[in-house]
């Protein structure tokens, strides 16, 4: 199973920063990346795929890049919404799996 | 608009079974796949598998054969989660998901 490792679970910032989330792939899974943010109580929401391609509505300030094995999801301008957990998930390759998570708090 | 709606939250005794649903709209159901996600409280998300909604074929990850079933009523726009001989292991909230859309969550708490 490819492992995804977010090495950082806690990352701590203020609003108006940028921020990048890292995710490290175990092996090569191309493009095939998804970011997800969730709240909580909330189910989670789809913010980036293809490693770099924003869904519908979700803010510009969230952008996502990375290819391979290294994998960023970088939010600038942070907003006080932007609180939450992000998980990263590659669909390369069965079984899909998930980062740890991140949670995004405030300083 | 999509949307997945997920049906309410289940208390069971280690044992029983839970049959979870997951009602779509706002698209054609078969035009894509289903997948199921496990979230235990506190921790992150596990992906169980996923069921092809035109041929009803169920795919599942390792740690969810034997127990767990996918299922179609695709007239319906419904897919199911069934779970067999629950566990206590087995208390969390289950998500259904269609390609950036996920149902609301269903928790599922098993105790005796």
């Known amino acids: 199973d490819i492992v995804m490792t977010q090495s950082q679970k806690f990352m701590s910032t203020s609003v108006g920063d940028r921020v990048s989330v890292t995710c490290k792939a175990s092996?090569?899974?191309?493009?095939?990346v998804a970011w997800y943010q969730q709240k909580p109580g909330q189910s989670p929401k789809a913010l980036i795929y293809?490693?770099?391609y924003r869904y519908s509505g979700v803010p510009d300030r969230f952008t996502g890049s990375g290819s391979g094995t290294d994998f960023t999801l970088t939010i600038s301008n942070v907003q006080s919404e932007d609180l939450a957990e992000y998980f990263c998930?590659?669909?390369?390759?069965?079984?899909?799996?998930f980062g740890a998570g991140t949670k995004l708090e405030l300083k | 608009q999509i949307q997945l709606v997920q049906s309410g939250p289940e208390l069971k005794k280690p044992g029983e079974t839970v049959k979870i649903s997951c009602k779509a709209s706002g698209y054609t159901f078969t035009d894509y796949s289903m997948h199921w996600v496990k979230q235990a409280p506190g921790k992150g998300l596990k992906w169980m598998g996923w069921?092809?909604?035109?041929?009803?074929?169920?795919t599942y990850a390792d740690d969810f054969k034997g127990r767990f079933a996918f299922s179609l009523e695709t007239s319906a726009s419904t897919a199911y989660l069934q779970i067999n001989n629950l566990k206590n292991e087995d208390t969390a909230t289950y998500f259904c998901?269609?390609?950036?859309?996920w149902g609301q969550g269903t928790l599922v708490t098993v105790s005796a």
């Open positions: 998901e269609r390609r950036a859309y």
């Open positions: 092996q090569n899974v191309g493009t095939n």
């Open positions: 069921i092809n909604t035109e041929t009803g074929e169920p």
């Open positions: 293809s490693a770099s």
């Open positions: 998930q590659q669909y390369n390759s069965y079984p899909l799996t």
